[in-house]
């Protein structure tokens, strides 16, 4: 990275810090923390659809799109996540190799399960056997989101369903009084209504969120953690220029930190939304904002 | 093999009694139950100890946190932020790897690098700071009219705290800290993930029915039977919760006393 950099074992130790620090490999070190970041950015929105169409199903009037939104709730939230995580990737990696199976090689006859393998025909490997290594990448970290989606969807499900039921019941039947079908009052009076109260439980669900992603590691994903692990071994000068002791004690305090700077930080941001949502409102909060204003 | 042989065999397994190999190949659905059933023996170790011992730890904190004093009050929110505002995940590995470089420093921590006991202090450290914060919450919703009779009766100091502050924080509580206790096991599952080694493939329930998927390549199998695991102990824990709830709202009237409401589950 510097032009002292070349020969590091006698460098000064701010020296040598900086061209540690400036290593290629750390370089994929700072892109991973990019990594979590886009997760983040793409997990909640897909997550937040995934819960408001749970929360739909689970107050369908059709009894089967009901039970299905409530068990869909109700069994994510009921066994640990981790769990989920480690099923889903592989149950969702075989069913739509599965499913390409079935459409892409319709005379296959042998059994898909043989013994210990899961064996499709080669056009329907996901993703195929020669495509590039980002291809491979991309496909891991895509399953990762889904994976993710999933299982936050349920809690954000049970959120935006339980802030459906807050919205008061007056505004509802004053919309059935202007004549409103209950799709119309469903869009029109219940959605704009439901996100002060659904606010506080999804902020916390962003917080789980955040706390939840260094588990992209257990899912396959080149993130931080694995970084971590990586750079902090121990190294020795047969391998590399730049030998170290285990160091991996001092990478990971390294991600509580930005952990605890990141939950902070949206701690504070949140509040600031928190107080601008409920100005004017009709609940403690908006009372409260107004007694100080008088 | 029949079923029995694989119950004697492997039932202990997890604590490192019976078989010593695991099964590589034809595996039956009574080795992957039993396994797997074997392996919740560590998670309700860890899940008990942490709770028992964290209980009292988060007791202090929280009172901590509402002490006026800044030179309590200050380390008691710090201890609650870094604990609650970091992955759990991450705490284990920065815990397993500060163990690690303690014990070349003195071998008195060579016992704190294995599972049993390392994670275990994660574990309550953890609990403590959740359970602190939600007793603090209590601490401070605690009607204060109750704390006036108490004054009017001439309680005091620690005979106040001990007969009406406390149980009117643990009343209160109660509900979110059922919820607490549930997250605490399900988190257990976490720790032969993170770092800390499984010593002779003794391991969590986690840890062998990821041994059997992996094995398998048949993830539809070990996580339902974990998942059914999990269920039966997170029920058993609300029957026990819900026990305590009632013994703490035994003098309420009837209508007054709330059923516990179990939010189930979140990721820390």
């Keep these: 990275m510097f032009s002292f950099c070349t020969d590091p074992s006698i460098l000064p130790d701010w020296q040598w810090m900086a061209c540690y620090l400036t290593t290629g490999k750390h ?24 819960g408001f169409l749970g929360a739909m199903a ?35 990696d075989q069913a739509f190799e599965w499913l390409r199976h079935k459409v892409l090689c319709p005379d296959w006859d042998q059994p898909i399960r043989q013994g210990n393998d899961f064996v499709v025909c080669a056009e329907a490997k996901l ?18 989101v889904l994976t993710f989606a999933i299982v936050f969807g349920a809690f954000a499900a049970n959120v935006i369903f339980g802030a459906m039921r807050t919205v008061p019941r007056a505004q509802m039947e004053t919309a059935e009084a202007y004549g409103m079908t209950r799709r119309q009052s469903f869009w029109r009076i219940l959605v704009p209504q439901m996100w002060v109260y659904a606010l506080p439980g999804l902020s916390n669900l962003w917080m789980i969120l955040i706390k939840a ?35 991996r004690m001092w990478y990971f305090l390294a991600l509580l930190v930005f ?7 949206s701690e504070i941001v949140l509040e600031r939304l928190m107080q601008r949502l409920t100005h004017g409102q009709a609940t403690m909060g908006g009372e409260a904002q107004r007694k100080a204003a008088a | 093999m029949s079923c029995a042989q694989t119950i004697a065999d492997y039932a202990l397994r997890s604590v490192g009694i019976g078989e010593r190999l695991l099964p590589r190949s034809d595996f039956t659905l009574c080795q992957q139950f039993t396994l797997i059933g074997s392996g919740m023996i ?30 309590i009050r200050k380390p008691a929110e710090w201890f609650i932020f870094i604990f609650r505002g970091s992955p759990l995940f991450i705490q284990f590995f920065f815990a397993y790897f500060a163990f690690l470089s303690l014990k070349s420093v003195s071998p008195f921590f060579d016992a704190f690098t294995s599972a049993w006991l390392g994670a275990l202090i994660v574990l309550f450290l953890n609990t403590a700071a959740y359970s602190g914060e939600i007793f603090y ?39 979110a800290y059922t919820n607490e206790a549930i997250f605490l096991f399900h988190a257990t599952t976490l720790v032969f993930f993170s770092g800390f080694p499984a010593f002779q493939q003794r391991g969590d329930a986690l840890y062998y029915a990821n041994y059997f998927a992996d094995k398998t390549f048949n993830p539809f199998v070990p996580y339902p039977i974990l998942a059914g695991y999990f269920i039966l102990l997170t029920l058993a824990l609300i029957g026990v919760f819900g026990l305590v709830n009632r ?16 939010r189930p589950n979140v990721i820390r």
Excluded: C
């Excluded at chain 2, 899940?47 to 730890?57: C, D, K, T």
């Excluded at chain 2, 013994?247 to 179990?262: D, F, G, I, T, W």
């Design chain 1, 27 to 50: 370089m994929a070190f700072y892109v991973s923390f990019g990594t979590v970041l886009l997760l983040l950015a793409i997990t909640a929105p897909v997550s937040l659809g995934f």
């Design chain 1, 58 to 92: 689970a107050r369908a009037r059709l009894w089967p799109v009901r039970i299905l939104g409530r068990a869909y709730i109700a069994v994510v939230r009921g066994v640990p996540d981790i769990a989920f995580f480690l099923f889903f990737v592989i149950a969702l």
């Design chain 1, 127 to 144: 993703p195929l056997g020669t495509a590039p290594q980002w291809i491979h990448e991309t496909y891991g970290f895509g399953l990762a």
């Design chain 1, 213 to 247: 992603t260094p588990l992209l590691f257990l899912l396959g994903v080149e993130d931080i953690v694995y970084w971590a692990r990586e750079l902090g071994g121990a190294k020795t000068p047969r391998f590399t220029d730049y030998p170290h002791p285990d160091w």
């Design chain 1, 259 to 265: 952990y605890l700077a990141f939950t902070k930080l």
């Design chain 2, 42 to 71: 560590w998670n309700v170790y860890f899940g008990l100890f942490a709770l028992f011992f964290g209980f009292f730890l988060a007791t202090a904190v929280a009172m901590g946190k509402s002490a006026r004093n800044p030179l």
């Design chain 2, 137 to 175: 919450g209590a601490l401070r919703s605690i009607p204060r009219g109750d704390v006036e009779a108490a004054d009017a009766y001439g309680f005091s100091g620690w005979t106040r705290f001990r007969r009406i502050i406390w149980p009117t924080m643990l009343r209160l509580a109660w509900p």
């Design chain 2, 247 to 262: 013994h703490l709202n035994r003098h309420l009237p009837q209508e007054a006393r709330r059923p516990l409401r179990v």
